[in-house]
């Protein structure tokens, strides 16, 4: 018999959690996840991007303004492309599968567009979690460090993972870097990659039920020679 494959129980266990109770993480916790999540390789070591946590009053004033930001339609130009325009076909179904695995959970209708603005609002409040992080990285960096982040990002969500708290990753946060960059007291070279909500997941949060598929192996796997 194989041993069992912890990183593949952790993974498996990890979904995007949208809901959240008050327990609140310890900040020698989130200290120590960050600490594991910066194991990540990294081209050259160069170990890109920050964390930052916003709390108090910050939170509250950045989570007001992208709210009335994104209910006014007020729209900003990002710091980087995060999809591609127009989205090609293939990928655009994934979109689309995901979307309504998220919608359904809540009972939202595809055509219910102030059901789905409402829930897409809840992107901009952290969805309430304990924790908010506002992920940031140098300007001018390139994709690779771009691909580095990623790989720290996801150590971090594991690691939530392994210590029992849930986390998302929140892209919407890329639409609003100038507010961002305010309300956190940073610089032009801050570009702003994406937030985090980590938390203890509420159980009974039916958006909690939202599941999603992968590709089969064949669709990204092949063997040539
Ligand atoms: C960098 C990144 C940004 C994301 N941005 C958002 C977001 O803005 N809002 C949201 O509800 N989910 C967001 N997600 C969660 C994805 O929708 C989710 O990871 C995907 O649908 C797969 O589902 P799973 O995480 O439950 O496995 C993001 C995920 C990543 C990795």
Request: with cysteine.
């Amino acid at each position: 018999m194989t041993a069992p494959d912890a990183f593949a129980t952790l993974a498996r266990a990890r979904t995007s959690v949208r809901g959240f109770t008050d327990q609140l993480v310890p900040d020698d916790m989130l200290r120590e996840l960050l600490v594991s999540a910066r194991l990540a390789p990294s081209g050259a070591n160069l170990q890109p991007g920050s964390f930052i946590q916003v709390r108090g009053a910050v939170r509250e004033g950045l989570s007001q303004a992208m709210s009335a930001a994104y209910r006014d339609g007020s729209a900003e130009a990002e710091d980087y492309s995060y999809f591609p325009d127009p989205m090609p076909g293939h990928l655009r179904r994934r979109q689309v599968a995901a979307a309504r695995a998220l919608y359904d959970s809540i009972g939202i209708a595809r055509e219910d567009r102030g059901g789905r603005d409402q829930q897409f609002e809840r992107n901009f409040r952290f969805f309430d979690a304990p924790v908010a992080l506002v992920v940031t990285i140098e300007r001018g960096l390139g994709s690779g460090s771009f691909m580095d982040l990623g790989m720290a990002l996801y150590g971090l969500l594991l690691a939530a993972q392994s210590r029992g708290l849930a986390s998302c990753a929140i892209g919407a946060l890329a639409s609003y870097p100038g507010l961002v960059r305010a309300h956190l007291g940073l610089g032009p070279e801050a570009h702003i990659v994406c937030g985090v909500a980590l938390g203890y997941a509420d159980a009974d949060a039916p958006v909690n039920r939202t599941r999603t598929s992968r590709v089969d192996l064949d669709a990204f796997f092949r063997v040539v020679g």
